[in-house]
């Protein structure tokens, strides 16, 4: 077990001041974490009202209503964590789930039904999924493979610009960040027919001889019944490990997102950062 602290601060600058719409804040830790969660803040200036809430998909959302004009907000998370270690291969699987492909019975399906929808035709995707083929037997296997398959091809980058990439563009650039390659499982995951959902959260890395990290993260996740939900990093090729801390869920990045809402015409500029340490 290692015992760590984090901070976490978001802080905007607006060229004139203005005013803000309600801001809804996903930045609290998600029910279903393999950390131990001991303690947890949040603050946001300026002068506010806020409201804790919780959405269809089990988040728990501040909502913020800010009271005057401004020309800045900022926002501040505290976290004190235990990490314990897992293995997230020791899973025990239905056994009418043990070998892909499989199809859910009909109750649980309609349970996933939001995590099972797809868009319309897109070549590409198709193109890409006909690679998976392969990927047969073991459900566990295959989601290694799968997971492994989306890291070997798309090449991580840091994006800055809002929203995520479609499928078919990062595709096309074999690159993207982590959100936008953890979209593209997703959607190649749901059209083979496993129930997938989107996920934000911090990732923690604790290194030995190098400084330790903690940032804003996105990953996947895939239904497999007895297993529960099981968390594919397409940015590692690996399964989510106890450094993964999820904030929020959801079909797709709409409904995660950590920091939603909106301002007056004006220029902004923003600065984040974020440090953990070990207690």
């Not at 029910?31 to 303690?39: G, K, L, M, R």
């Not at 399906?109 to 392969?134: H, K, N, V």
């Not at 493979?145 to 070997?152: E, K, Q």
């Amino acid at each position: 077990m290692t015992r760590i602290s984090i901070k976490h601060r978001i802080s905007y600058h607006y060229d004139r001041r203005v005013f803000l719409s309600g801001h809804l804040f996903r930045l609290s830790p998600f029910a279903a974490s393999h950390s131990q969660i001991e303690t947890y803040s949040l603050r946001v200036e300026p002068a506010h009202l806020l409201y804790w809430q919780h959405d269809v998909y089990g988040n728990i959302l501040a909502r913020v209503d800010f009271a005057d004009a401004t020309d800045a907000m900022a926002v501040d998370v505290a976290i004190d964590a235990t990490l314990k270690k897992f293995n997230p291969f020791e899973l025990l699987v239905e056994s009418d789930a043990s070998q892909f492909p499989f199809v859910y019975p009909e109750p649980v399906r309609m349970a996933l039904w939001p995590y099972l929808q797809t868009p319309g035709p897109d070549p590409a995707l198709d193109e890409f999924i006909e690679s998976t083929d392969r990927f047969r037997g073991d459900t566990l296997g295959f989601l290694v493979s799968l997971n492994r398959l989306v890291f070997d091809q798309i090449r991580y980058t840091q994006r800055m610009e809002e929203g995520v990439q479609s499928c078919a563009l990062t595709l096309k650039n074999r690159s993207g960040s982590c959100r936008d390659s953890a979209w593209l499982i997703v959607q190649v995951a749901r059209r083979l027919g496993l129930a997938s959902r989107f996920v934000s959260g911090y990732l923690v890395q604790l290194n030995t001889g190098n400084q330790d990290a903690v940032d804003l993260h996105a990953w996947a996740e895939v239904f497999v019944p007895g297993a529960g939900w099981i968390g594919l990093d397409t940015t590692s090729g690996l399964f989510t490990s106890e450094g993964h801390i999820p904030l929020a869920v959801g079909p797709g990045p709409e409904q995660v997102a950590p920091v939603e809402g909106t301002t007056g015409v004006c220029r902004s500029t923003m600065h984040y950062e974020s440090i953990v340490v070990r207690r």
